[in-house]
Every structure is written in C-alpha cells, then in structure tokens.
C-alpha cells in the first residue's frame, strides 16, 4: 500500500520558519520526483516546488523563490521543505505528491501551515 | 498558462451525465492535461492523464477529452459517491498550474 504521510504543520508567526516531512513507502521513492502542492483554506490547488529522483534539480513556482527549499533523503524515504520568512498568504494545507510525467499519482493526507499573529 | 474552469457549480441529480470544461489561455503542449478528484477534507485523487487516459483504478463512466486549449471531463452516469470538487492540471508548460476547480453538487 502506497503512503505519504505529512508532518511538521502548525501555526507560525510572520517571518517565521517551519520544515515540513513526509515520509514514503509502497513505491519506489528514489526513483520518483516528488513535489509539494498546497491548497488555501477554501481555495484551489498550486503547485509550490518539485525536486528531481537523484534530488539534484528542484524548482520552485515564483512567489516562494528564496524562501522555500525542497530536498530530499532517499535512504530514509523522506521528502523535505523547509519554509523560511513565511507569510500570511502562506497559510494552507500542504500536500506532498508523486510526480509521474507530469500528473500526480499519489498524495498525502496534508499537513496544515497557518502564519498568523 | 491560465486554466480556467466552467462551470464553478453543477448542480445535477444521480444518473444524470455530467460534463466539466477546462478551458486554457494557451495550447496545452502534448495535451498534457490530467483531472482530479478531490472530497471534503481528503487528498485529491488522479482520475485522469493525457487528456484522456484513465488512471489505476477509475471507473469507466470518467472519461476525458480534448485538445490544444480546451478539454473535458465527463461522468456518464453520476453515482452519489461521484459529487465532489474536480480540478484539470497542465503540465505541458513550466510552470505547470491547476483551474480553480469546478464543484459538482447533488441537486
């Protein structure tokens, strides 16, 4: 059975950091890319980052340039973000995701970020 | 490349056939397009890839089609299990990006 558990959410100040997990099984996570999407409460779905099977490529859409980096361990299975200077618009629930030639074959349950004062 | 989704609501009964539109700002290389499931408070699930390739594991009433910049996702016969928020997804251009959605309601 394929899992993807998320961990690490909670609620951060702005300006703050957080570094979410997410640990794999049921397939074989070294050779998947692997992203995370993340969804405002209420709201539809973004893209947020990728990284490649080897972890050597990561890309990032804009507005989280600079502040989020992607990784990964693949001896461990665990897919990684950390997320620095957070914002309010930050706040969702992130989902971690496995890449298959562009759609999203497997997901996590989600893990909820709120940056709030 | 903007997706955008029609309609934001629909409304139809169980049996009935329903059909949801994702209309993109540029063509879709490849037709890379995929469709999504998602149920309230749960994960979205892959129902779709290639426009028209159904994943492991859905039922044949979801079919997909389409080309270029428009694209659709049909449910033949709707099943009460079937209402639920859908979502296309392109990945055909950097970066790749999802519609805002299109909810199907029980009427």
């Known amino acids: 059975e394929v899992r993807l558990v998320e961990s690490g959410g909670g609620l951060v100040q702005p300006g703050g950091s957080l570094r979410l997990s997410c640990a794999a099984s049921g397939f074989t996570f070294s050779t998947s890319a692997m992203s995370w999407v993340r969804q405002p409460p209420g709201k539809g779905l973004e893209w947020v980052s990728i990284?490649?099977?080897?972890?050597?490529?990561?890309y990032y859409t804009d507005s989280v340039k600079g502040r989020f980096t992607i990784s990964r361990d693949n001896s461990e299975n665990t897919l990684y973000v950390q997320m620095n200077s957070l914002r309010v618009e930050d706040t969702a629930v992130y989902y971690c995701?496995?890449?298959?030639?562009?759609?999203?074959?497997?997901w996590g349950q989600g893990a909820l970020v709120t940056v709030s004062s | 490349i903007v997706l955008t989704q029609s309609p934001g609501t629909l409304s139809l009964s169980p049996g009935e056939r329903a059909t949801l539109s994702c209309r993109a700002s540029q063509s879709v290389s490849s037709n890379y397009l995929a469709w999504y499931q998602q149920k309230p408070g749960q994960a979205p699930r892959l129902l779709i890839y290639?426009?028209?390739s159904r994943a492991t594991g859905i039922p044949d009433r979801f079919s997909g089609s389409g080309s270029g910049t428009d694209f659709t996702l049909t449910i033949s016969r709707l099943e009460p299990e079937d209402f639920a928020v859908y979502y296309c997804?392109?990945?055909?251009?950097?970066?790749?990006?999802f519609g805002q959605g299109t909810k199907l309601e029980i009427k």
């Open positions: 290639g426009a028209s």
């Open positions: 995701a496995a890449y298959k030639s562009g759609w999203y074959v497997y």
């Open positions: 997804q392109q990945y055909g251009n950097s970066p790749q990006t």
């Open positions: 990284i490649g099977a080897s972890g050597s490529n990561t």
